[in-house]
């Protein structure tokens, strides 16, 4: 009998439903594994910016993520929002403890409507604490730019920052999203992993409505990881989902409106 799937997400709420742990919990469904999570901060937010949040107590994380790891342990965990030091610091302890062995990092820094979800002094700490744990980092442009503190506008820039990641502060992979290169008619993304590069590239799509991209696109990461998938076999995954996700536009909300989140299993169920 084969073993369910399980997944975990730590990250921030979304009450509007397109990013944080909604959004991953929709995509662990999507893809066919029983999702569960540890929510670190509540969010006040819509399409069109977030209001405000509160983190929780982090005594109240980590009982949340025993709680858990002792009753449903999971295949594969993600993180997303992890807003304060303290927050970093406690799941870095619990990843280590229960020595998870496939944990995709989402280094969540600014939400699409550009307010800031983590706090200046925590950037390190997420460097320092969590980035080596990683099994794959999952950063966009201007995240990996503050990661590696160097400008990336080509290819080039990005496959020596997506090294950088790996080779110097540790994780075993790296992808780099390419979505804030404007100048491309492709959206491609730079993996890193293993000594050797790969891409994977999907047509532009003019929309607005993108919010929790980066969100969906490691929770399909990591759905794929906790169903045994290699990480270029995950990576190609979660490609394609969240280019489905982009094209198949539900067109709702004033702002950055959300992804479609059951587009790609329509489109395989076609």
């Given at each position: 009998m084969?073993?369910?799937p399980?997944?975990?997400?730590i990250?921030?709420?979304?009450p509007?439903g397109g990013?944080g742990?909604?959004?991953d919990?929709k995509?662990f469904?999507?893809?066919?594994?029983?999702?569960?999570?540890?929510?670190?901060?509540v969010v006040?937010?819509?399409?069109?910016?977030?209001?405000?949040?509160?983190n929780?107590?982090t005594?109240?994380?980590?009982?949340?993520?025993k709680?858990?790891f002792?009753?449903?342990p999971?295949h594969a965990?993600?993180t997303?929002m992890?807003?304060?030091?303290?927050?970093?610091e406690?799941t870095a302890?619990v990843?280590k403890?229960?020595?998870?062995?496939?944990y995709?990092?989402?280094?969540?820094?600014v939400?699409?409507?550009?307010?800031?979800l983590?706090?200046?002094d925590?950037?390190?700490?997420?460097?320092?604490e969590?980035?080596p744990?990683?099994?794959?980092?999952?950063?966009?442009?201007p995240e990996?730019?503050?990661?590696?503190?160097?400008?990336?506008?080509t290819i080039?820039?990005?496959k020596?920052?997506?090294?950088k990641?790996?080779?110097?502060?540790?994780?075993t992979a790296?992808?780099l999203k390419?979505?804030?290169?404007?100048d491309?008619?492709q959206a491609?993304?730079?993996?890193?992993t293993n000594?050797?590069f790969?891409?994977?590239?999907s047509?532009?799509?003019?929309?607005k409505?993108?919010?929790?991209?980066?969100?969906?696109?490691s929770?399909?990461?990591t759905?794929?990881l906790?169903?045994g998938a290699?990480i270029?076999e995950?990576?190609?995954?979660a490609?394609?989902f969240?280019?489905a996700?982009?094209?198949?536009?539900?067109?709702?909300?004033?702002?950055?409106?959300?992804?479609n989140?059951?587009?790609w299993?329509r489109?395989?169920?076609?």
């Amino acid at each position: 009998m084969m073993t369910l799937p399980i997944a975990l997400t730590i990250a921030g709420t979304d009450p509007s439903g397109g990013a944080g742990i909604q959004a991953d919990l929709k995509t662990f469904q999507e893809l066919d594994v029983f999702g569960t999570s540890a929510i670190t901060a509540v969010v006040s937010q819509n399409t069109l910016g977030v209001r405000s949040f509160v983190n929780m107590e982090t005594s109240f994380i980590e009982d949340q993520l025993k709680a858990v790891f002792e009753d449903l342990p999971p295949h594969a965990v993600k993180t997303g929002m992890l807003s304060a030091v303290p927050v970093i610091e406690v799941t870095a302890h619990v990843l280590k403890t229960e020595q998870v062995k496939n944990y995709v990092m989402d280094p969540v820094m600014v939400a699409k409507s550009g307010d800031a979800l983590l706090a200046e002094d925590a950037r390190s700490s997420l460097l320092n604490e969590l980035l080596p744990l990683a099994t794959v980092v999952t950063p966009n442009i201007p995240e990996a730019e503050e990661m590696v503190g160097q400008s990336i506008t080509t290819i080039e820039h990005m496959k020596d920052a997506a090294k950088k990641l790996v080779e110097v502060y540790g994780a075993t992979a790296c992808v780099l999203k390419g979505g804030h290169r404007m100048d491309d008619e492709q959206a491609t993304d730079i993996l890193y992993t293993n000594g050797a590069f790969d891409s994977f590239s999907s047509p532009r799509v003019a929309t607005k409505h993108t919010h929790g991209t980066g969100c969906t696109y490691s929770a399909a990461i990591t759905a794929a990881l906790a169903k045994g998938a290699s990480i270029p076999e995950a990576v190609q995954t979660a490609k394609a989902f969240i280019s489905a996700a982009i094209e198949d536009s539900l067109n709702i909300g004033h702002g950055n409106g959300p992804t479609n989140h059951w587009a790609w299993r329509r489109r395989q169920n076609k």
